[in-house]
């Protein structure tokens, strides 16, 4: 059963402001996730929008939006093919246990100016 559906998207020029801000990127996001990001040269900037709106079209899928949860909790990791999956730790975790939330599906998507990030969540019944 679906618990919960998700999308944001995220204008590019926003997060290029952020690329050489190591306090945001430290406040923001994942240890994991600025070490993959900067690994992709000129597309950082893209893979770190999609990233964000991840975070947000999660908090959307819960139903809370980003209240009591730690931005650092909700990160994108990929796997050899580059499918990405969206991890959570701690408060992330406990919001998706608070809705029963069993597994979450993820898409990422950027082009140019702006990168979309859809999430869903479905539960056991």
Do not use: C
């Amino acid at each position: 059963m679906i618990r919960g559906i998700g999308i944001d998207v995220v204008q590019v020029s926003r997060m290029r402001a952020w690329i050489d801000q190591p306090y945001l990127l430290r406040r923001f996001f994942h240890s994991s996730e600025v070490e993959a990001v900067m690994n992709r040269g000129d597309a950082s900037v893209l893979a770190l929008s999609a990233r964000f709106a991840a975070k947000e079209a999660y908090g959307k899928a819960l139903g809370t939006g980003l209240r009591n949860l730690s931005l650092r909790d909700v990160y994108v990791s990929n796997d050899e093919l580059g499918k990405p999956a969206l991890q959570l730790e701690g408060s992330a975790r406990a919001a998706l246990e608070r809705i029963g939330g069993s597994r979450v599906f993820i898409s990422l998507t950027h082009e140019q100016d702006n990168a979309i990030a859809m999430i869903v969540i479905e539960g056991d019944d």
